[in-house]
């Protein structure tokens, strides 16, 4: 018989490990508290560098499937553990032990209203990047006009903010942000686009060219400092304030679409599934891998492993590849001897 | 805009206001620039409302201008505080009630920094008993008298003779309000609905029939600024910003500003006739400016109260603009008679600004 590894979370990394042990031979359990398999990347419409279809990306990861067992609207009742392996409670009901367990429990976004100077939720003209990308993937949205003549995207709202608890970068957003505006610019060629950026982490492959064609091709403004406030004006625009700090001056400009980038916190199931079985979380929220250079997907608990953005905020390839190391890393555990 | 979005914030910060059972502390410079202000509040809550206000003649300053223009020390505003808790003490009393936003926000500094550091709190009842030999408890609530206002915003509307309605149209009357710094900007848990959106005036206005204005300078400085004003040279500053705010404003046709600051209201209302004078611009109809108003003017004129018995006619800006919207009815000819009617001065009148 084979044996069997539960998959808490089916977004992206709780695919990718799922498909992976499965090629590795094994009977993995993936549960998922939400209707549908793929995470965040499933209401996303495009990737970063080369502008991928995510709907390719979560139904590649999909069709590699046939064979694990998946419970859809099913949360964790309870975990024990055993003395070789863990007692896992379904809230369907389903009791499952398993040598192991990976928690694939991802990210939650940061609520854009918490910034209340930015107005979201407040302002009809304020949108979130997760916001923009259902408008992308055909979702209508009345808050984002039909011929905006300038659009401004604020960084980071939400990390690297101590005011919001969270002093973490989350790594995905200035990529992001320069895709969305690209992406806007290309539907709205006469639009100008400002960025307003603490500092760009364009780390990953083609990430820099990708910003020099943002300028070059597309003639985005890049300015360097923060949106101080934002406020409404009688024609129903919005007045943005900010400080230029390459120039040193304030800037206010008048924009009718501004679209937060809300950062990346971790998933707060995660913590209370991690509790469970005493598992730590480290000062960011975020689940406490064993080691952050030589065991990232291992936990300081025997059999239980990460994989993705529960242990910090992660690109797509890199929390498919860390899925892909879950997966092996599991993989070893079983077969060494016990 | 989203209103729901609004109540939402405002949700998250509530404050818990007794209603009953007041120390209350005049503000310095209120008692010169606006003393019906503080007159009326102690009418509308001791004596309409039925509440008990309980003043004591020996409370001086809080020191709160001092600290904040840099010439005294924090610990030597923290003594002087301490005694007024002392007086508070003495007189049997819990509830802090402040008329003045900057000494709001000293009291609420100096708890929240003896809460980080209690030994400052020792050294400073040390100082306290070395001085005068008081001792003290904490109040266990400071609010603004704005909050008070607020908290009895409804009862108030109950008994209202006029709404702030225009009574030939029937349309609400557009407001500004404008909360002081000292209010919630330092601590925006302790103001009611924070600081980005703050709903203590808007939430007057609103329940006395106004519509509130939200421009896109409400959140600015009104010019005071302590050393934008107390340093002569810097009052070209202090000007551009009060200029700033009411250009903001303009487009939205404002009927009446309110505030809950000493200094708010005097700057507003001042630095229209310097920008009437200046520029040869006025923010009203007519030639006139925007009316200026405490809280405390705005309430008594919904309760009824004669407009010149608050002192409306000791502010720059004519309220006649106002009051005839409102269907108020006053006697053009006492608006400067002194008391029991006695002749005394009029005001030279500006060149620009129309005063009445």
């Known amino acids: ?338 | 805009m989203i209103y729901q979005g609004k109540q939402k914030i405002w949700s998250d910060y509530q404050k818990e206001i007794p209603d009953d059972h007041w120390f209350y502390v005049r503000s310095c410079i209120r008692q010169s620039f606006f003393p019906a202000s503080e007159a009326h509040f102690v009418k509308i809550v001791r004596d309409l409302l039925g509440k008990d206000l309980y003043e004591n003649p020996h409370h001086t300053t809080c020191g709160g201008i001092a600290y904040h223009s840099d010439t005294i020390p924090q610990e030597t505003a923290m003594t002087i505080v301490a005694r007024q808790f002392a007086l508070m003490t003495e007189a049997g009393y819990k509830n802090l009630v402040t008329s003045c936003i900057t000494s709001f926000g000293n009291y609420t500094e100096i708890l929240e920094t003896w809460r980080e550091f209690p030994e400052l709190e020792a050294r400073i009842r040390e100082h306290l008993w070395k001085a005068c030999r008081r001792e003290f408890d904490k109040p266990e609530y400071v609010a603004h008298a704005s909050d008070v206002i607020y908290k009895l915003r409804n009862e108030i509307a109950e008994r209202a003779k006029f709404r702030l309605v225009n009574h030939e149209t029937g349309e609400p009357l557009r407001i500004v309000e404008h909360i002081g710094c000292h209010y919630s900007k330092m601590f925006p848990h302790k103001g009611v609905g924070g600081a980005e959106y703050p709903c203590v005036l808007s939430g007057m206005a609103e329940s006395w029939g106004g519509k509130v204005i939200d421009y896109p300078e409400r959140r600015h400085c009104c010019g005071f600024g302590f050393r934008q004003y107390m340093v002569k040279a810097n009052r070209g500053y202090s000007v551009s910003n009060t200029h700033k705010k009411f250009e903001s404003m303009e487009p939205f046709q404002p009927d009446v500003i309110i505030t809950n600051c000493p200094g708010c209201p005097y700057f507003l209302d001042r630095w229209q006739y310097v920008i009437a004078e200046q520029t040869g611009k006025t923010y009203g109809k007519n030639g006139y400016g925007i009316p200026v108003l405490t809280y405390e003017e705005l309430a008594g004129l919904v309760l009824g109260y004669d407009p010149w018995d608050l002192g409306l006619q000791i502010h720059q800006v004519a309220i006649e603009p106002l009051l005839d919207k409102m269907g108020v009815s006053y006697d053009p000819s006492k608006k400067y008679l002194g008391l029991d009617e006695k002749e005394i001065m009029k005001p030279g009148l500006p060149t620009v600004l129309k005063c009445c």
């Open chain 1, 1 to 338: 018989m084979k044996e069997s590894v539960v998959i808490i979370g089916g977004g992206i990394a709780g695919m990718e490990t799922a498909a992976s042990l499965l090629e590795l031979g094994y009977s993995p359990i993936l549960v998922e508290q939400s209707d549908h398999l793929g995470g965040h990347v499933a209401s996303w419409y495009r990737l970063f560098p080369d502008m991928t279809p995510a709907s390719e990306v979560v139904a590649s990861l999909k069709s590699r499937l046939d064979g694990v067992t998946v419970f859809l609207e099913t949360g964790i009742q309870f975990i024990n553990r055993l003395r070789d392996g863990y007692n896992v409670m379904l809230s369907n009901g389903v009791s499952i032990v398993a040598k192991a367990v990976v928690m694939a429990t991802g990210f939650k976004l940061f609520e854009a209203a918490k910034k209340e100077e930015y107005g979201y939720g407040i302002y009809d003209r304020v949108i979130t990047n997760r916001d923009l990308e259902k408008w992308f993937s055909g979702i209508p949205d009345e808050r984002i006009p039909s011929a905006p003549w300038n659009i401004g995207f604020v960084h980071c709202v939400g990390s690297r903010d101590v005011k919001a608890g969270n002093t973490q970068c989350s790594k995905v957003c200035c990529m992001t942000a320069i895709k969305q505006a690209i992406e806007m610019k290309e539907k709205f060629p006469d639009a100008e686009v400002y960025c307003f950026y603490m500092d760009l982490r364009l780390f990953g492959k083609k990430y820099e060219d990708f910003y020099i064609s943002a300028q070059k091709d597309y003639g985005i403004h890049f300015l360097r400092g923060r949106v101080s406030e934002v406020s409404e004006t009688i024609d129903g625009r919005l007045l943005v304030k900010a400080e230029d700090t390459l120039s040193g001056r304030p800037v206010k400009i008048n924009m009718d679409l501004l679209v937060l980038m809300s950062g990346m916190l971790c998933n707060p199931a995660a913590a209370s599934i991690a509790s469970m079985v005493k598992a730590g979380a480290d000062d960011s929220g975020f689940l406490r891998s064993r080691d952050n250079v030589t065991g990232v997907v291992e936990s300081e608990r025997k059999g239980l492993f990460f994989a993705g953005a529960c242990t910090g905020a992660k690109t797509v390839p890199e929390t498919i590849a860390e899925a892909r190391s879950a997966a092996l890393s599991v993989h070893n555990y079983l077969r060494r001897p016990r």
